[in-house]
């Protein structure tokens, strides 16, 4: 038997993140992972988290587990993969199966951050070979560089179908819709956004009907659903795909916390099967904590600050460090998390019609339930104003806990204010310098450059693009407005690439004058006669 | 399945050296190291396995290794999941039916 003062399961955001807390304070910690590799799924997520700056917002989450990962190194965390923690006995001790053994380990404390697994929905064909989860899409994208289809179907609105949307196009798939059961969109606006306007199609209410094909997918068929869930006879339609992808929501990996005895409950709030916990993640075992989505399904950015409240109280409890180092952290720490847990997207209210944004203002019902704002519906929203000359207009209506494009401008065109989660307000006039760093700084892609004044007749919109090939200053295209349509022909004029930009590039495309506040992305005329052919 | 050659931010995967390994005593290629469904879906394989039951079709599914969706027979071993088993020069890969690698019905 091995002994330790912590052992940590899951080596995810939350179970590295309470690890590195515990071994800055002395405690000796060992983490099990069941995988190859730590990170838990953080690896694959190549987009900008949201947050606050001070909180590694803007920074995709593939950096954040490179920092994570040297972090628990630098502290002195033992990581074992390719180990399964396969029971929990009493006095917090646990057996482990690695190299076709089983180990025996002993802890004072243990922190079970096992996360989530993802949930799934039946329908005829649903086991065909080419029906996959959103998390398998994003596993063989971004870490095995493989398309995991050609033309994929989505099922689920919320942010990991939103997200997983527009990576699969990143990677060069074709999106040919995207499916959800319930009436609105469950995730963030400002994804659904970036997805609309590359042209993909939402359907809401509607759900899969039948995946087609004998030996895999060839094609899927949807249908409008009633009040009872139920399709509506006439409304089915067809798509040709070869993979359906599915992001219905995750349920916590519970088991161990049940094996343990410790008092669970069910809690549809918290994402299922969840530990009883305190305001530190401790369980009704004394000792034995929970952090991350396996204590209640968040982001990973809740799951990394969740991880650390149990790490530090763990050492507290334990005598590791005095109440003048701990109580002003964990004050810390909870602020963070409450900031993140405001907003429309708030666990509070899932589920609930949120009808105004928090400064009064009527929120877009058509962002809710076609992807993107309508035209009449923008400029009720404080970050999009008219100026003379070159500005920022931030197509951000919902109230999220982000805040990076505030200190993004150096000239403090931007302003969000104490409260995280309220609307950017753009000044009028503002001194931008047509820098382009808040276009780069936003995760939800929602802002963009304004320039009525370009030239006689003529504007110039710059927006962030994140899609290979890359198009070149003196091109032609397409303009496409927020829903995707092509509304004027374009021309790009500049090209803007920097290591500030973390990959997000700036293009700026000139367009007609009344175009100005349509033209939401670009679509080169090149891709169109290679589709064509 | 296409491989990603240049990914916008991501860049050219990083991948081991290119390996021989046999499906179903086809030969086939794939890099050493990615997963055997990564190599097995480059080459536009689908099917992994059929159900022992009603024989129908299991392809990739989670790509975790929760799922068990997609096991094969893998140098005569079955129930390998093969989309976290790391692929080796020479591998024999097979068609898992039910429980083994021949159709038993």
Redesign the interface.
């Known amino acids: 038997m091995e002994r330790y003062n912590l052992i940590v399961v899951g080596a995810g955001p939350a179970g590295l993140s309470a690890a590195t807390e515990a071994a800055k304070n002395g405690m000796s910690v060992i983490v099990f992972d069941?995988?190859?590799k730590p990170g838990g799924q953080l690896f694959k997520q190549?987009h900008k988290f949201f947050g606050s700056k001070e909180h590694k917002a803007k920074i995709?989450g593939f950096k954040i587990g490179e920092q994570l990962l040297k972090e628990a190194n630098d502290s002195g965390v033992k990581v074992l993969l390719n180990a399964t923690v396969t029971g929990m006995f009493l006095n917090h001790e646990v057996t482990v199966n690695y190299e076709n053994a089983i180990h025996h380990y002993k802890a004072d404390s243990v922190i079970i951050a096992t996360g989530a697994?993802?949930n799934m929905v039946p329908f005829e064909g649903w086991?065909?070979?080419?029906?996959?989860?959103a998390?398998?899409a994003q596993?063989?994208?971004?870490l095995?560089?493989?398309?995991?289809?050609?033309k994929i179907l989505m099922l689920g609105s919320g942010n990991v179908g939103l997200v997983v949307s527009y990576q699969l196009m990143?990677?060069?798939c074709e999106v040919v819709a995207l499916v959800d059961a319930l009436p609105r969109i469950g995730g963030y606006g400002v994804h659904a956004a970036k997805v609309a306007r590359c042209g993909v199609p939402f359907y809401l209410s509607h759900t899969i009907v039948k995946a087609e094909g004998k030996?895999?997918v060839t094609g899927v068929v949807i249908g409008k659903i009633d009040d009872h869930f139920k399709i509506i006879a006439g409304t089915e339609e067809h798509f040709d795909v070869d993979t359906i992808c599915i992001a219905v929501g995750l349920s916590p990996m519970s088991q161990l916390l049940k094996m343990s005895g410790c008092k669970m409950e069910d809690n549809p709030k918290r994402g299922g099967q969840v530990p009883i916990v305190d305001e530190y993640g401790e369980t009704s075992v004394p000792n034995l904590f929970a952090a991350g989505d396996v204590s209640g399904i968040e982001e990973a950015s809740s799951a990394m600050i969740k991880g650390r409240i149990a790490g530090l109280r763990a050492s507290y409890k334990l005598g590791f460090c005095t109440d003048d180092f701990t109580l002003p952290k964990f004050t810390e720490y909870k602020n963070d998390l409450q900031s993140l847990r405001e907003g429309m997207f708030a666990p509070k209210n899932r589920g609930k019609l949120i009808e105004n944004t928090e400064e009064g203002i009527p929120i877009s019902m058509n962002l809710l339930t076609k992807g993107f704002i309508a035209d009449d519906e923008i400029e009720r929203f404080p970050g999009v104003t008219k100026q003379k000359g070159v500005h920022p207009v931030i197509e951000c209506t919902q109230n999220i806990p982000c805040n990076p494009c505030q200190d993004a401008c150096v000239k403090h065109c931007i302003t969000i204010g104490q409260h995280i989660t309220s609307l950017p307000i753009v000044k009028n006039p503002a001194p931008c310098t047509g820098c382009g760093m808040c276009v780069a700084s936003c995760s939800g892609q929602a802002i963009f450059l304004l320039n009525e004044d370009f030239a006689h007749g003529f504007a110039t919109v710059t927006l962030p693009y994140?899609?290979?090939p890359?198009p070149v200053k003196g091109e032609k295209g397409i303009a496409l407005d927020r829903s995707g349509k092509s509304v004027c022909s374009a021309e790009i004029v500049e090209v803007r690439a920097s290591p500030a930009f973390d990959?997000t590039n700036l293009l700026t495309m000139k367009v007609p004058l009344e175009y100005s506040m349509k033209a939401r992305f670009y679509k080169s005329n090149k891709s169109n006669e290679k589709k064509n052919n | 399945m296409e491989r990603i050659t240049e990914h916008p931010i991501l860049g050219a995967p990083q991948k081991g050296s290119l390996v021989a390994f046999t499906f179903d005593g086809k030969k086939l290629q794939g890099y050493e190291g990615e997963p055997v469904a990564v190599a097995l879906k480059a080459s536009g394989v689908m099917i992994h396995r059929y159900t022992s039951r009603f024989h129908l079709p299991r392809g990739i599914f989670c790509a975790i290794g929760r799922c068990t969706d997609c096991v094969m027979v893998v140098d005569g071993k079955p129930n390998v999941r093969t989309c976290v088993t790391p692929l080796k020069e020479g591998m024999v890969v097979q068609t898992q039916y039910g429980c083994s690698e021949k159709k038993s019905w």
């Open positions: 069941e995988n190859q190549i995709r697994s993802e086991t065909l070979p080419g029906v996959i989860g998390g398998a596993t063989l994208m971004n095995h560089g493989i398309k995991p289809g050609k990143q990677a060069g030996d895999f994140e899609f290979l890359l990959h």
